[in-house]
């Protein structure tokens, strides 16, 4: 290696790498995985997210799954929270609306209003 | 580049391997895939996390949640609950867990720790060296390539106040510092990683979880001497830590990070692995330059010291797997941030191996200068049945004797030979009141007799001597004035022996003789063994 910059590059590239388990404070999407949130599509939802993250390139954002939380006439739910915002929560997340919302909210910081089911 | 939501690391040091992690890894895989799973989570091997006895440990990321003891079967469970549905999976996730979840991150178990030499382990793949890169690997390098002169870098090792961690404890700025002046056509940097000490095994599960902060620390060492040239002494055992070096090095030779004209600097350095030869006394620095001549690895006579005049008889510096793993860090944050940890005479941290009558064995990082009460309540979660503290042994058999009235002292290099003790490499023995003094003087001293080398009397003798003194006490067949005869032959030993080996032979038995006496004497006087355990 004969330059600083290359090991910059690299690192910079690497970093993507590891970044989840460093466990700083990022953008965290959360897919409700319980047996209702499963039947319901939840797994579709959860691969569109990561196809849409990773066609998009996004790095810093963490997706999780949570179980049942008692909305299950709502299933799949999508949860948003962004550090330092409040979360936001979406009903009835199919595949196109999971990427709506990885371009919307996400990407340009637009909450999709018209899918949201709560936001606290 | 694929992007992954989850990443289970399974931890790869030696002791989970011997409790089956590679069958759990394997498991992991198969499951993840079969589950369709595989292009959203990732299975990494990574090195030691520290809960060795509670192996195999994984830690599933972004949770941070540790999983202690996983079997192959339990595998389905994990990846159904918490991979698919998200859900922690509490039986698994050990005892005092509350709420279910813990966080790798901040369980007690790592309440007090600080992790400097630790940082990458457990948290890297140790054979990617992208992973070191992205957590700063190499950028200390960098630094000292482009920005530093190699004054400047034995100026601010000096002024972290770093001291060797292989346990002479000498200041590892100061010891550059003489095969910097040294005017030679070849230099070398040596690391030792022989580790001989009977319970240490802290090097090892350093090798393997991090290798690549020991070439990037030992290239930094060769900029600042002028050495081009490294060797790793790797314990002959030690498979896994060979195996991972080796692949380190190839790899860093690939990116140039490694070989000729590093950053365009001018600067260039190799390093090559020696196998041990498999004796105690080749952790020894002279020995070990004579084993890597190929010569029988013997001590030799001290002045010359290797600063000046060592392997092939040229200047080179020996430290030790874990002070070398303190360079990098130190180069890249500088050495005020360094003295933010530990004590004022000692910085920085220690690594220990916890091992004996404690509730978590494994590998822990301490600020130096932590007491021994707080290592075994805080960290090592008490002493199991609730028995009571007899003991510590810290650094292996070369170290010193921690008493109970030692519990509140400062563990640093130079606190506890105040006390007539040693901080040594990096063992820390816990022994519950079941144990005798006595027996365990014996075991100790068979160990010397069986490892002196013989080059010199005192020591080949006086080991032997020693060993079959204290066997006798322990027969019940003990004197008036045996414990006199071990202290003054103690004595001479410390002061004629030619190696480290004959002069750190009788500190753990004079440790005991001053803390325990009594129990000495009632071997010899009432043929008694407080504990029965000798056959008196
Ligand atoms: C008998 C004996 C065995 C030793 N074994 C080791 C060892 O296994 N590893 C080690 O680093 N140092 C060992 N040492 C200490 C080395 O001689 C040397 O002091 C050390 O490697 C220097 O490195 P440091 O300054 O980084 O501590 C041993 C010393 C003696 C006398
Ligand atoms: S002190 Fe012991 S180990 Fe060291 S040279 Fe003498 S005989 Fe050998
Ligand atoms: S080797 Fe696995 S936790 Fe130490």
Redesign the pocket.
């Known amino acids: 290696m004969k330059t600083v910059e290359e090991l910059d590059r690299i690192r910079k590239q690497a970093q993507a790498m590891t970044r989840l388990r460093e466990g700083k404070e990022t953008t965290r999407i959360v897919v409700g995985m319980g047996t209702c949130g499963i039947a319901a599509g939840a797994r579709e939802t959860l691969a569109a997210i990561m196809e849409e993250l990773a066609k998009r390139n996004i790095q810093d954002v963490v997706v999780t799954q949570t179980g049942c939380i008692g909305l299950c006439e709502q299933e799949p739910i999508v949860d948003v929270i962004k550090p330092g915002a409040t979360k936001v929560t979406y009903g009835k997340v199919t595949k196109e609306k999971a990427r709506q919302i990885v371009a919307s909210h996400i990407v340009n910081g637009q909450v999709v209003g018209e899918w949201v089911i709560a936001s606290a | 580049m694929e992007f992954y939501r989850s990443h289970v690391l399974v931890c790869g040091g030696t002791p989970c391997v011997l409790e089956g992690c590679k069958g759990v890894r394997d498991a992991l895989i198969a499951e993840v895939k079969r589950r369709g799973l595989d292009r959203e989570v990732k299975v990494v091997e990574t090195g030691c996390l520290g809960p060795c006895d509670l192996g195999p440990v994984i830690v599933v990321y972004p949770e941070g949640t540790l999983y202690q003891k996983v079997h192959v079967s339990d595998v389905p469970e994990i990846v159904e609950e918490h991979l698919l549905k998200g859900r922690v999976v509490t039986r698994l996730a050990g005892e005092g867990v509350q709420a279910g979840v813990v966080k790798y991150e901040e369980p007690t178990y790592l309440g007090v720790q600080e992790r400097i030499v630790l940082r990458n382990c457990g948290t890297i793949d140790p054979e990617s060296i992208e992973e070191y890169i992205a957590r700063d690997g190499y950028r200390a390098l960098a630094k000292c390539l482009t920005e530093m002169k190699p004054a400047d870098v034995i100026e601010a090792v000096k002024k972290s106040g770093l001291v060797g961690r292989g346990g002479a404890a000498f200041p590892t700025g100061l010891k550059w510092s003489f095969t910097a002046r040294a005017d030679a056509d070849q230099k070398y940097i040596l690391c030792n990683a022989d580790e001989g000490e009977p319970g240490t095994f802290k090097d090892r599960l350093i090798l393997e979880g991090d290798p690549h902060s020991i070439l990037e620390g030992m290239a930094i060492a060769g900029y600042a001497v002028g050495a081009d040239k490294g060797f790793i002494y790797v314990r002959g055992e030690y498979v896994l830590s060979i195996e991972r070096l080796g692949k380190a090095i190839e790899q860093a030779k690939a990116l140039g990070l490694l070989g000729a004209d590093i950053f365009g600097s001018g600067f260039s350095f190799d390093v090559e692995i020696r196998k041990g030869a498999g004796a105690y006394?080749c952790g020894?620095e002279t020995a070990l330059i004579e084993s890597i001549e190929g010569k029988r690895g013997?001590?030799r006579v001290k002045p010359p010291y290797p600063g000046t005049e060592g392997l092939y008889g040229k200047p080179t510096v020996v430290n030790n797997v874990e002070t070398i793993a303190n360079v990098p860090p130190i180069l890249l944050n500088g050495a005020d941030w360094f003295r933010k940890f530990g004590t004022e005479r000692c910085p920085g941290t220690k690594v220990f191996t916890l091992t004996g009558d404690i509730n978590n064995k494994g590998l822990v990082e301490v600020p130096m200068g932590i007491t021994l009460r707080r290592v075994i309540y805080e960290i090592g979660g008490g002493i199991p049945g609730g028995r009571g503290f007899k003991m510590a042994q810290t650094g292996g058999t070369s170290g010193g004797c921690l008493p109970k009235e030692l519990l509140d002292v400062p563990m640093d290099y130079f606190t506890l030979p105040e006390h007539g003790s040693a901080l040594g490499s990096g063992a820390l023995l816990i022994m519950d009141d079941t144990h005798c003094i006595v027996d365990i003087a014996e075991c100790f001293m068979r160990f010397f007799e069986h490892?002196?080398?013989?080059?010199?009397t005192?020591?080949?003798e006086g080991?032997a001597r020693l060993h079959e003194i204290v066997a006798k006490i322990a027969r019940g067949e003990g004197k008036p004035g045996d414990l006199e005869l071990l202290d003054e032959l103690g004595s001479a030993m410390q002061v004629s022996?030619?190696?480290?080996?004959?002069?750190a032979a009788p500190v753990p038995i004079k440790t005991m003789l001053r803390y325990f006496r009594d129990e000495f004497e009632a071997h010899i006087n009432d043929r008694l063994c407080p504990t029965g355990t000798c056959g008196t």
């Not at chain 2, 022996?497 to 002069?503: N, T």
């Open positions: 006394v020894e013997e001590p490892e002196s080398c013989g080059k010199c005192p020591c080949r080991t022996s030619l190696c480290g080996l004959g002069q």
